[in-house]
């Protein structure tokens, strides 16, 4: 049943014409909902949640700094699947996903580089230090820009997206090393306090604005990849003629 | 609120800058992204439109150089 469902739904969304419609009719509803969650987390967190017995307020960083790691992990790890897909399966969208997801992987990854430095200063003393959770994350950034960049160099999208697809598949074990450096090894940062099985051991005050921000920023991130895959496929699709007849139609005052 | 004043919400206690700079660049980034995916939509619309008028207007000289 669940499986037949999901069966159901690759083939659907597999098929570039069906994603556009279908984007066309989730977009308008996510992009406020997203803009919406992400503000209210970190309008609580920044304002109302109560300041750190230690830390003071440079723990207010927390709301934006987990979020995005987070998002750059899970990104990372669509991304690989997506280049499993293409590289095994050769699918559309397979490629089209490998495409939209990097960029604002990216984004996320140097945020939380960014962020966690910012945050290391006052809290550590050092704004950076070369150990197993920081220099995966910087590993993370790198692969990042290498699936970008390579989609880039590539004129062939087909060839472009195979290279890409093996390089994010190669990059999921970078996402493990990220995950359990803290558990691992040694290092300066601190274990993660947020389980999704288990007791968290964040004060309630704090960790509902942190998870909101989460959801907010995460939905966020859904909405740039569908933004870019429907720009992606109208390309593709460009000789197609339901791309010609939506080019057609002036929605916008045409230059 | 978890701040006396405005003022004292700026300070952030004494981590103004490392908190403000944090959300600062964070929230460049992100809304670069979201730029940059519009304006890839943009692009991708209008040149697919000029190529079609093109393609119109080559159809209707070759029609005209015809009869």
């Not at chain 1, 990216?106 to 220099?135: C, E, F, N």
């Amino acid at each position: 049943m669940v499986w037949q469902t999901i069966k159901r739904w690759y083939h659907m969304l597999g098929s570039p014409r069906y994603f556009y419609t279908f984007s066309s009719l989730v977009l308008p509803w996510l992009t406020p909902i997203a803009l919406v969650t992400l503000l209210t987390g970190l309008v609580w967190g920044l304002g109302f949640a109560p300041s750190d017995y230690q830390q003071g307020n440079s723990y207010r960083i927390i709301f934006i700094h987990v979020p995005a790691s987070s998002g750059a992990l899970m990104g990372y790890m669509a991304l690989g699947v997506a280049g499993l897909v293409a590289v095994v399966w050769r699918m559309k969208m397979a490629e089209v996903m490998l495409k939209a997801i990097a960029p604002f992987g990216a984004a996320l990854a140097a945020i939380s580089l960014v962020t966690g430095a910012l945050w290391g200063k006052p809290t550590w003393g050092t704004y950076w230090q070369w150990d197993a959770r920081m220099t995966s994350m910087l590993i993370l950034l790198f692969m990042y820009v290498g699936v970008i960049a390579l989609q880039n160099v590539i004129r062939d999208p087909r060839q472009a997206a195979r290279a890409a697809g093996l390089l994010a598949m190669v990059g999921v074990i970078n996402v493990i090393i990220v995950k359990y450096s803290v558990e691992w090894v040694q290092t300066l940062h601190q274990g993660s306090t947020l389980k999704l099985f288990g007791e968290s051991t964040i004060n309630p005050a704090m960790k509902y604005p942190l998870l909101i921000s989460m959801l907010g920023l995460w939905l966020l991130y859904a909405v740039n990849v569908l933004m870019r895959a429907r720009t992606e496929v109208m390309w593709r699709e460009r000789r197609s003629k339901w791309v010609a007849k939506l080019v057609t139609r002036p929605e916008k005052g045409e230059q | 609120m978890a701040f006396e004043s405005f003022a004292d919400f700026l300070a952030m206690g004494k981590h103004g800058f490392y908190v403000w700079s944090a959300y600062g660049i964070s929230a460049f980034l992100i809304i670069a992204s979201m730029v940059l995916a519009l304006r890839g939509q943009g692009q991708v619309r209008q040149t697919l439109a000029r190529q079609q008028r093109r393609a119109e207007l080559d159809a209707e000289v070759n029609d005209e150089s015809r009869t």
